[in-house]
């Protein structure tokens, strides 16, 4: 604790001498820029994530006050610190002798280009195995550090969905055989122009294996970026100081009341942001509440930056103000590090009204999709009161704090499960070329009116009950079982819990639930409440359109896709008395499993089976409610269904 006082008292002290007197050039100068990282590197603290030298939330603090005097510089150190840190758990004890010693001093600056992995569609890097190591070919689109850093850790896509991590120079560069990596001229971005932000197209270039960091699995960036949700908010927090620091100075010049009350209420607001937010470093919460707390700093950042050029008047106009550089910064912030959910989880914020936003803009909200577990001791909403808020960051005027209090965020109450804040699709597209099991019909669409015939457009269709997301019914494996025509409407309306078992996949693709697995899960989210629906989260779904690769036949053929273990299926059928199970493979029964054991157990009533779902990714563990839609089909054994996630 102490070395991490001793950290932090150091670098306040440099960013108050060195950087904020020439933020505004550090911004703009690639030089100046450059002058202040190494100055970061003289008191090697530019690799504080290999070694371990501070405490996750130590370190966030670090990044904080950083961002406090130089949006620019914390962009790329943080980019920096980020390489020093993959290094470090790397493997290639080589390639961390010969680059780490040398990183914390600045002596080597190592930038990263593997953002475009979290982009939907074609991958923009590809890499192919060859001797030695690997080929790499396409587009690093966002690479930052040019003429700064010498070089940077890229990362492309291999044929089976991994990526693999290797360092390669940041200049254009050829090698003899023929490959070479060119960049672009700087972005003309329209904050931290010194970043030099480039694209840089690899052709060709050979990556031996000497310089690779490790390979990850599919996914592997999606996990990350969840992993991290809460990193990012203290470099919007950092920014937030920087605005409030504006307002502190025009409160004395000005001596308006409107303004002391601004920045006080302001100041509260950040001081309760920032507690919740290192609460949640220290106890696990759900993914939907760091979301929040995620969009809540973004949404601090950018009101107090722009408050810092309402105070300013005119003067806030001009390129060189400190106002107009924190409010540029406060965009750069809101859109670093951004995922899908981020972005959403801050629309969703920046929407709310002025009512919600007294709370700081979790006055209504859920907590997170914790279902019906009551008062959650999980929720970080529900402080009452608040624990004392943690101090500001040391500065040459410490504001003083509020004597007014404002209440915590908090979950107000559960609103209906059908007024969700987003619907999800869980169904695959129905198509001709979709994966399906042997022997099932084929899927076909045939034109039976044409509009300039006819005038109006007609297809009949024709698949399997048991193709593409489907539901079985008792009927496909016991006699007497009810067909899916008899399910009663109000069983198709179910609350869902998501137990995700990709990292067991990646290794075992014949992996099957454990009741141990179940356990863990209920450890982190609580117990799976009855007549809910269990579903399987195994990444598979990622493998839909490489029908090979979904099902995953041997030689001999027999398949390997994971599913539902027997005993953890008695366990959630027995002693949590579900509704049902689902999956993202073909089958909840594992590929091993030629006797259809989950199917049978399940549907010994008639429970759900839900089979081919997608988008689980984009479902919170528990929470969410399904509503399931098969067709009618008198006396189905199953059907292609509709599956609709309503999230809280």
């Known amino acids: 604790m102490d070395c991490d ?67 620019a510089l ?28 040398r ?13 475009h992995l979290r982009r939907q569609g074609e991958p923009l890097a590809l890499a192919v195995p060859v001797a030695g190591g690997y080929q790499l070919d396409g587009v690093v689109p966002w690479v930052t550090g040019w003429d700064l850093f010498q070089h940077f850790i890229v990362a492309a896509t291999l044929p089976d969905g991994s990526a693999v991590f290797g360092i390669v120079p940041f200049v254009q560069t050829s090698q003899k055989a023929g490959g070479e990596i060119t960049f672009t001229a700087p972005a003309q971005l329209a904050a931290m122009i010194s970043s030099n932000t480039v694209s840089a197209t690899l052709t060709r270039w050979f990556l031996p294996q000497e310089q690779v960091v490790f390979i990850k699995p599919p996914g592997w960036i999606h996990e990350n970026s969840k992993k991290n949700i ?43 942001c920032r507690t919740l937010i290192r609460q949640a470093q220290q106890k696990p919460i ?38 107009q550089r924190i409010y540029r910064e406060a965009l750069v912030f809101t859109v670093t590090g951004q995922t899908t959910a981020v972005m959403e989880a801050t629309l ?77 699709h869980l169904s695959h597209v129905i198509d001709t070329n979709i994966p399906q099991w042997q022997g099932d019909p084929p899927v076909e669409f045939d034109t039976v009116a044409k509009l300039e015939k006819d005038g109006y457009y007609l297809r009949r269709f024709s698949l399997g009950e048991h193709s593409a997301t489907h539901i079985n019914a008792p009927k496909s494996f016991h006699n007497f079982g009810v067909g899916i025509d008899k399910y009663p409407a109000e069983s ?38 009855a007549e809910s629906v269990v579903i399987l989260y195994t990444g598979w779904q990622d493998k839909w359109r490489d029908k090979d690769a979904f099902f995953n036949q041997d030689a001999e053929g027999s398949l390997h896709f994971p599913g539902f273990g027997s005993d953890a299926t ?54 969410a409610m399904l509503v399931i839609a098969p067709l009618l089909l008198r006396g189905g054994s199953g059907s292609p269904a509709g599956v609709l996630a309503l999230v809280p």
Request: aromatic residues 6%.
């Open 348 to 424: 969703q914020q920046l929407t709310r009204g002025q009512g919600d936003k007294e709370t700081g803009g979790q006055g209504d909200k859920e907590t997170g999709g914790q279902g019906d577990k009551g008062d959650n001791e999980d929720s970080i909403f529900s402080l009452s009161p608040p624990s004392p808020p943690l101090p500001t960051p040391p500065s040459p005027s410490s504001p003083r704090q509020s004597p007014q209090r404002r209440e915590p965020p908090h979950s107000a109450g559960s609103s209906s499960p059908l007024s969700p804040s987003c619907v999800i």
């Open 74 to 101: 914390a962009f790329v150190q943080t980019q920096h610190q980020s390489a020093a840190a993959m290094l470090s758990t790397s493997n290639n004890s080589a390639l961390q002798q010969a680059y780490l010693p």
């Open 492 to 529: 198709l309306v179910v609350s869902a819990v998501v137990i995700d078992i990709r990292v067991q996949t990646a290794v075992n693709s014949d992996y099957v639930l454990t009741v141990a697995d179940v356990l863990a899960w209920e450890e982190e989210y609580g117990k799976i409440p």
């Open 230 to 272: 809460l990193r990012a908010t203290f470099l919007a927090t950092g920014c937030a100081f920087a605005g409030l620091d504006i307002i502190e100075a025009a409160k004395e010049n000005k001596s308006l009341a409107f303004i002391t009350n601004a920045f006080e209420s302001f100041l509260q607001e950040l001081t309760q």
């Open 103 to 115: 990183m914390g001093n600045g002596e080597v600056l190592i930038g990263v280009g593997f953002s």
């Open 570 to 623: 008695q366990f959630l059928l027995n002693e949590r008395q579900i509704a049902g199970v689902g999956i993202d493979t073909h089958g909840v029964d594992s590929g091993q499993d030629t006797t259809f054991t989950i199917n049978r157990l399940v549907l010994e009533k008639p429970r759900i089976v839900l089979e081919n779902l997608t988008n689980l990714d984009q479902l919170p563990p528990r929470g």
């Open 5 to 71: 006082r001793s950290i932090l008292d150091i670098t306040n002290s440099f960013l108050l001498q060195e950087v904020a007197p020439k933020a505004n050039e550090i911004d703009n100068n690639p030089q100046a820029l450059y002058q202040a990282l190494q100055g970061l590197g003289k008191l090697n603290l530019l690799a504080l994530q290999s070694d371990k030298q501070l405490s996750e939330a130590t370190y966030g603090d670090f990044q904080e006050l950083i961002a406090r005097y130089s949006g």
């Open 286 to 323: 759900v993914i939907a509440e760091r979301l929040q707390l995620r969009a809540w700093a973004i949404d601090l950042a950018t009101r107090i930056a722009h408050a810092a050029v309402t105070v300013s008047s005119g003067a806030a106009n001009y390129m060189h103000h400190p106002a």
